[in-house]
């Protein structure tokens, strides 16, 4: 099949949660199918990651623009009607590639990658269409509004309406939308009860963390993930007032890593804290999960999955974790996690995994028969073949269709132009 996927974001290297999520699918597809990568992005890859992904694709292309004009973008937008959202990843170049190739090769199917690329495919003639939503990204809004003040909350509350519409439109131009879980699945459905929909999990690479089953000796506690996004920058505000100092005063010598890109100054300033480094952007997290012993996760709200626990899953990472992140990730009881709400509790969580080396490997040997059950590439891979079968429509066909093992060597002159 002839599957175009489109993202708005670069999918490799798989570094966020979008990217983790997208760069799963990509994988999945390319396994099977003969794929088109088209993405957005604020930089172009680097060549080394470009021809990573160019190596799964017939064709890949990236439209690269500057974070300053898809700002202005975004407000010019706004000031129209629209959402930030769809004026930030709107982009005229774009849609004419997309057409260019429709008109082409002739696709069998096209997935598109959020509400907030998806206008960008509205008028292609591709008969199966597939919206992996991943989160509901006006109830991500609404959570913000909720937890500011004006007029910052006016703006996030504009944004939760608008992007809901968005959300309502790009899900009447596909004939499936696809949630990141249950949650997230039953969520939209109440806003949108017309529209169907189906749970796709997010995948974990396995095969990138062979030693998981060793267990750290050093009393190390990692916390990973974009540490500008507004609730993970709460998270580590919380932890470090009101779990740290207990866990330092049970532990004198415990390390606290603070590991993700473009960390606040909020953020950086607990690098000035005992026994707390502040790393910054890192090009990859598995050294820093090998030298932890303890993972934590005190975010708060139901919002998707957080794919950093997902890795921490696969790392066999013992985890203590807020009952907003458990809810986020299918397991079976015992979870393969502590959960723990008060400050008090989720110190006392850590504390015990940190001297009880039994209970550490109990809990990290759940979390990864977690993650090879419920959130491996092959499960991953079964789930998108349903969908695609699922969904009406016969293949296009097309005059210069290649043999089922022949694949053409892909362009390379759509990465990272402007």
Known sequence: MRVLLVTPRFPYPPHRGDTVRSWGV????AARHEVWLASVDTVPPAPE??????????????????EWRCLLRGAAGLLLGRSLTEGYFGDAAFRT????????????????????????VVDLPIRRRLLDLGDVDSHKWALYARRTWPPTRWFYALESRRVAGLERDAAADHELCLLVNERERRKFARRHP???????R????????????????????????SMFYPPN?????WFGQRVWPRIRAAVPHARWLIVGSRPTSAVRAWA????????????????????????????????????????ALAAGRPAVVTPDTAAGIDHEDP???????????FAAGVVRLLRDDAWARTIGARARATAERYYSAAAQRAAIEGYLAAVAGPPVPTANRSGPHSVPQPRTTGVGQP
């Not at 990509?26 to 597809?29: G, I, K």
């Not at 990651?49 to 500057?66: F, Q």
């Not at 590639?97 to 509400?115: E, K």
């Open 233 to 237: 920058v709460r998270a580590v505000e």
């Open 26 to 29: 990509l994988r999945a597809l």
């Open 97 to 120: 590639c997309l057409r260019d190739w429709a008109q082409r090769p002739g696709f069998d199917a096209v997935i598109t990658y959020s509400s907030s690329i998806a206008p960008a």
């Open 272 to 311: 000035r804290a005992p026994g707390v480094t502040v790393t910054g952007y890192v090009p990859d997290v598995r050294p820093y999960l090998a030298l932890t012993r303890v993972f934590v996760n005190p975010v708060v709200g139901d919002i998707g999955v957080q794919s950093k626990v997902l890795v």
């Open 202 to 225: 997010t995948t974990v690479d396995l095969e990138d963390y062979p030693g998981h089953e060793a267990l750290s000796t050093e009393p190390v506690v990692s916390m990973v993930g």
């Open 49 to 66: 990651h470009a021809a990573v992904v160019r190596g799964l694709c017939r064709d890949v292309y990236c439209r690269v623009t500057p």
């Open 194 to 200: 017309a529209c169907p929909t189906g749970v796709l």
């Open 335 to 345: 979870p393969p996690f502590v959960v723990a709400t008060a400050p008090a509790e």
